[in-house]
């Protein structure tokens, strides 16, 4: 049997900008530290995504000893400040509500005029003073989550990947690679799409529950690199047809939504880790 690993680990410090690949991330129950953290929102306190604004994921959060670093073609980076605990914004996720603290006037300004937005946006950053509360309690319990869309932990499998690309290629149409489904654990050494089959997994002691099929919307169809949405609605269709959702033939599904099973402290886990099931 091939032995199964982890094989990437990535999050993503902005909700819907480009991700940061990790050797190794810290899981806490709200998922991996600092995942989602942060969110854009338009002056109606709604989020604002890859959805709306496609070229979002053209932007490059970067790590330093300084803190959260922005950077976009043509704008000098810009440091991403804590925000004061004063500046508190009401927010909304598909319709979940909290609040969030607002980042500096000049870092807006720089966000507005990187994702070249009409009207003014603001970056937040989740508190926990006024926490998330679960939209979905029933399938993802009752902890808070940050600024995800839905459960703490996306999990994909790298067979599946090129599951779906042989079939693009067989179709002549371009690859796509992982990016564009914006996973933070990726798993190696599954048959393809069997993750969907899997109730749990396990790294070292620490159980993850898989919750369900991970539906994907037309995100998934943005070029990471250019931030330009692909011909053809790849991988959409070709996606649904090979791997439709169980109660949508038409919607396609990709990845698993996971969230931790038990009482668990934060704990870390490493690209290359054993997976068991």
């Known amino acids: 049997m091939t032995k199964l690993t982890v094989a990437a680990l990535i999050h993503y410090p902005v909700k819907s900008l480009a991700g940061i690949a990790l050797t190794s991330a810290e899981i806490t129950s709200k998922g991996i530290k600092g995942d989602r953290e942060w969110m854009v929102v338009k002056q109606n306190g709604k989020m604002l995504t890859q959805r709306q604004a496609p070229k979002m994921v053209t932007i490059q959060p970067k790590l330093s000893d300084r803190g959260l670093e922005l950077h976009a073609n043509g704008l000098d980076p810009i440091l991403v400040e804590e925000p004061t605990h004063e500046d508190a914004l009401s927010v909304s996720i598909h319709g979940d509500k909290c609040e969030g603290y607002t980042a500096s006037a000049a870092v807006n300004e720089w966000l507005t005029q990187a994702i070249g937005w009409e009207t003014p946006l603001t970056l937040v950053k989740y508190t926990k003073q006024t926490a998330r509360t679960p939209g979905s309690p029933e399938r993802f319990g009752h902890d808070a989550t940050y600024f995800a869309d839905a459960a703490p932990f996306l999990i994909a499998n790298t067979a599946s990947l090129a599951a779906l690309n042989s079939s693009l290629s067989e179709q002549k149409l371009p690859n796509v690679d992982m990016r564009h489904f914006r996973p933070n654990i990726v798993l190696q050494g599954l048959p393809a ?85």
């Open 193 to 277: 799409f069997a993750e969907h089959e899997l109730p749990a997994l396990s790294i070292g002691d620490t159980t993850f529950k898989l919750v369900d099929h991970c539906q994907r919307c037309v995100m998934i169809t943005v070029n990471p690199d250019t931030g330009e949405n692909l011909a053809k609605a790849i991988p959409f269709k070709q996606l649904a047809e090979l791997n439709p959702m169980p109660n949508n033939a038409k919607a396609p599904a990709f990845g698993v939504n996971a969230i931790l099973h038990g009482e668990i402290s934060a704990f870390t886990i490493q690209v290359g880790d054993t997976v068991a099931v």
